[in-house]
């Protein structure tokens, strides 16, 4: 049994999957999740491919095997490009496309783990947890995810005391662990990872202790729910080539009063621990440098196949058409170079972690939730109604029908056949479901984009700024 074939087979453990109504009893073999599944075990596979395990992982000293690049711990600017050539590597053989393949949450907790001793003082046993965690989840190939946000059942209270369980809290402890009741939201890749990382997403009030947490919870608990949105997968690889490889799934988490075990109970009724747990640069660099790359990879790929689509159809030598391919150009150029300049302004922690300079990747992060929306846009201008002029199944016509579909779907530079399954690939990003899917994830997934750009401005430095500024009207007064 291969590691692809180890993971699939890990996922039947009983665990509450929920599409369509009704409880799924083995997600490896739904439809709705097998595509994605065949891509991460295939992912999962590389990390026994000699030439390729090196680049993306390192053995692991426990194990004597190869582990993901996710769980190393920085120590040099030379770790954090063997951590960016493994991000990049995933999120290239999946051309972007899909956000949470674990290494951003092994990130988190490669981060946690990386700083553990500052949290020693606010739980005697925070260190020994996250330690033998991280160890288990590097060596085990643990799958993760987070799940973050509250339910949208009244956004205008946070604590709603008529209707205490909106938001995920303790309600009682016992030798084994803690009950916590409530959901949280959305947990991308929720139906197949092994374990959810769950805290608050905002400062919990002093006053309600019981809703500050960080969990690490198994998928397969007594009671805990996983509620998944409609499928956008397809089995149909020619017509939809990113639906039928690519659907990352999200679901509502439901917990029924769960018992999480006090090995997987990090913090539990400190709003200030868990806070500062939530906001740690370290873990968040680590975390947010990974969103970047791959952010990177789904640009470069939406610029290629709009430079495709445009070279396709001849209209690649129109101004206003290279002037909207240009500007594509220049999204991926400068996701890049943040990338790049977070790595050449990284530094060394106070644990002797090399970390990448935060505030670049929060620019990143901050210009994709624009730049993506942004992007589509322009690929729909460039293809314009040529997306709706794809005929279906182009490969069942015959006789003379198959002839004209030869002679009036042809491009400018390629045969019908490669100019149809072009405009099949870009309508995958532009208008199925799991186009529109992406826009709503890419503007969002960072949270608020107004709160993101508003936070960067509270949380900069202005001095550099406004000092110059002032020092120039002083020396006009002197």
């Known amino acids: 049994m291969d590691r692809g074939q180890r993971f699939l087979a890990s996922l039947r453990d009983g665990r509450n999957v929920w599409l369509d109504g009704q409880r799924v009893p083995d997600v490896t073999k739904h439809p709705a999740f097998t595509g994605t599944l065949r891509t991460i075990s295939r992912l999962f596979n590389t990390l026994d491919t000699p030439g390729i395990q090196e680049q993306i992982?390192?053995?692991?000293?426990?194990?004597?095997?190869?582990?993901?690049?996710?769980?190393l711990?920085?120590?040099?600017?030379?770790?954090l490009g063997r951590r960016t050539a493994a991000f990049a590597h995933w999120a290239e053989q999946t051309q972007g496309v899909m956000s949470r393949?674990?290494?951003?949450?092994?990130?988190?907790?490669t981060g946690w783990y990386a700083v553990r001793e500052a949290f020693a003082a606010d739980d005697p046993h925070f260190v020994e947890k996250i330690t033998r965690y991280y160890e288990t989840a590097?060596?085990?190939?643990?799958?993760?995810?987070?799940?973050?946000?509250?339910?949208q059942i009244n956004r205008a209270k946070r604590i709603d005391d008529e209707n205490p369980d909106a938001v995920l809290r303790i309600v009682r402890e016992n030798s084994d662990g803690v009950v916590v009741r409530g959901a949280k939201m959305i947990a991308t890749a929720a139906p197949y990872t092994h374990d959810f990382l769950i805290f608050p997403f905002y400062h919990v009030d002093a006053a309600h202790p019981e809703y500050a947490h960080a969990l690490i919870v198994p998928a397969n608990l007594q009671g805990l729910h996983i509620v998944c949105r409609e499928s956008f997968a397809s089995a149909d690889t020619e017509q939809h080539p990113l639906s039928s490889r690519y659907d990352e799934m999200d679901a509502v988490l439901i917990f029924d009063d769960v018992l999480v075990p006090w090995e997987r109970v990090l913090l539990k009724n400190n709003p200030d621990a868990v806070w500062r747990l939530r906001q740690n640069t370290s873990a968040n660099a680590l975390a947010f440098h990974q969103t970047v790359v791959r952010a990177v990879a789904k640009l470069r790929f939406v610029t290629g196949v709009a430079c495709a689509v445009a070279e396709a159809i001849g209209v690649n030598g129109f101004l206003h058409v290279q002037e909207k391919l240009g500007e594509l150009l220049t999204q991926v150029d400068t996701l890049q170079a943040l990338v790049t300049a977070s790595e050449v302004y990284s530094y060394l922690d106070e644990f002797g972690n090399q970390i990448p300079a935060i505030g670049y990747l929060e620019t990143a992060r901050n210009l994709n939730s624009r730049y993506y929306p942004r992007a589509i846009e322009i690929l729909q201008q460039v293809g314009a109604g040529g997306f709706m002029q794809v005929p279906s199944r182009a490969s069942a016509y015959e006789g003379t029908v198959s002839d004209l579909?030869?002679?009036?779907?042809?491009?400018?530079?390629?045969?019908?056949?490669?100019?149809?399954?072009?405009?099949?690939?870009?309508?995958?990003?532009?208008?199925?479901?799991l186009g529109a899917r992406h826009q709503l994830y890419e503007r969002y997934y960072a949270g608020d984009p107004v709160r993101m750009y508003a936070n960067q401005y509270l949380h900069a430095d202005k001095r550099p700024y406004t000092q110059p500024v002032w020092d120039l009207i002083r020396q006009s007064e002197a």
Not at 73 to 79: I, T, W
């Open 405 to 433: 579909i030869d002679k009036y779907f042809a491009g400018a530079t390629v045969p019908a056949s490669a100019k149809i399954k072009l405009f099949q690939l870009g309508w995958d990003l532009i208008g199925s479901q």
């Open 57 to 71: 992982g390192f053995v692991s000293p426990r194990s004597g095997s190869y582990v993901h690049n996710a769980f």
């Open 73 to 79: 711990v920085p120590k040099s600017q030379e770790d």
């Open 138 to 151: 590097r060596d085990e190939d643990r799958f993760l995810t987070t799940a973050l946000l509250d339910p």
């Open 101 to 109: 393949l674990s290494d951003y949450a092994r990130s988190m907790v």
